[in-house]
Each structure stands twice: as structure tokens, then as C-alpha cells.
């Protein structure tokens, strides 16, 4: 079974039913805290508290939740400052998934335009 890591806009497609990402199963699914965070951001707004939470816990439930390490957070600034001098806007929370993905073996499941073309990403609009 492949691995991907999941970053937040790969999760918020996912739980609209976006098609392109039905070939994908929550127990290949990694992802961190930061991003369970990003998405209770979006659920809030959209949904409000109540209903964020409940789908934050089913979320949390069905994916592969991933902590970082120390050195996870020194290479994702350093990412973030190389692509900021490349003119692209990254949030470190995207660097950290994506030097998360790649230390793990995994692919950086995204639709992010920012990470279009990049190696080891997964691209699904």
C-alpha cells in the first residue's frame, strides 16, 4: 500500500468528496498536528465549532498522524527561505509537511499550486 502525507488542502478536498481524490484511503494518509489545526481553522469558518470538532475527530481517527522532529523544523525554514527567494509562498506548515513527506519515504499530496512540478509531490486538482 503506498504512503502519502495528506497537507490541509488535500484533507478539506477529501472531506468535499473532490472525485480526483477518491483513489486515495485515510490508512495511507499521514499528516501532522499543524495541519488537523489548518483544517480546524476552515471547518470553524465554514461550519462553526461544534460541527469542526466532530469532524476534526473522525479525521483524526482515520488518518496516520505523524510528530515532527526537531530537525524537521530546522529543514522546513530553510525550504521556506530557498523557495521564498524563488518568488513562492509557502506556509511553513506546507514546508514541514513536505520535508515530513520526503524524510518518510512518502509522497506530498497536494493541490496546492505552489508545489505543482516539484519532486516528490502529488499533484491532484
Known sequence: MAKYFADTYALIEI???NPNYQS???EELYTTEFNLLELSY???RDFGSRKAEEILEIVKSAVNVVSPSIHHYVLAS???IREKKKG???SLIDCLG???AK???MKFLTGDREFRGME???FVK
Do not use: I, P, Q
Request: aromatic share 8%; net charge positive; no cysteine.
Open 78 to 80: 530553510e525550504m521556506r
Open 24 to 26: 486515495y484511503s485515510a
Open 42 to 44: 476552515a471547518l470553524v
Open 98 to 100: 513536505y520535508v515530513v
Open 103 to 105: 524524510s518518510l519515504g
Open 88 to 90: 513562492k509562498k509557502l
Open 15 to 17: 472531506l468535499k468528496g
Open 120 to 122: 516528490n509531490v502529488e
